[in-house]
Nanobody, 124 residues
Framework: QVQLVESGGGVVQTGGSLRLSCTGSGRSFRNFAMSWFRQAPGKEREFVAGHKWAGGSPYYVPTVKDRFTVSRDNDGNAVHLQMNSLRPEDTAIYYC?????????????????WGQGTQVTVSS
């Protein structure tokens, strides 16, 4: 019954913007880490951005830090990713994940719940 549902993916040109959203249901995520991961074709899944808990400081992979902004709703049950200045190398399936105090916030192996993924394609 616990679910994470992503939305907001699509196709944009280089330099464009997208806003991804992920809403959790079935339990409270207020004290959970909620983060975004992505996986490009032929590449390993990587951490993109997230929070250790609602109200906590955001963390970003260096390649997106100046372009993406991650945010949490006040109730902690949703996470968003505003992506600006998109590049072709940002093309990937983006997944949201939630976990109860993951030992390593940047490692997907410590997260408990995952969304279905949303495709982001950036054309040149």
């Amino acid at each position: 019954q616990v679910q994470l549902v992503e939305s907001g993916g699509g196709v944009v040109q280089t330099g464009g913007s997208l806003r991804l959203s992920c809403t959790g249901s079935g339990r409270s995520f207020r004290n959970f880490a909620m983060s975004w991961f992505r996986q490009a074709p032929g590449k390993e899944r990587e951490f993109v951005a997230g929070h250790k808990w609602a109200g906590g400081s955001p963390y970003y992979v260096p390649t997106v830090k100046d372009r993406f902004t991650v945010s949490r709703d006040n109730d902690g049950n949703a996470v968003h990713l505003q992506m600006n200045s998109l590049r072709p190398e940002d093309t990937a399936i983006y997944y949201c994940a939630a976990g109860d105090r993951p030992y390593e916030y940047y490692s997907g192996r410590y997260y408990d719940y995952w969304g279905q993924g949303t495709q982001v394609t950036v054309s040149s």
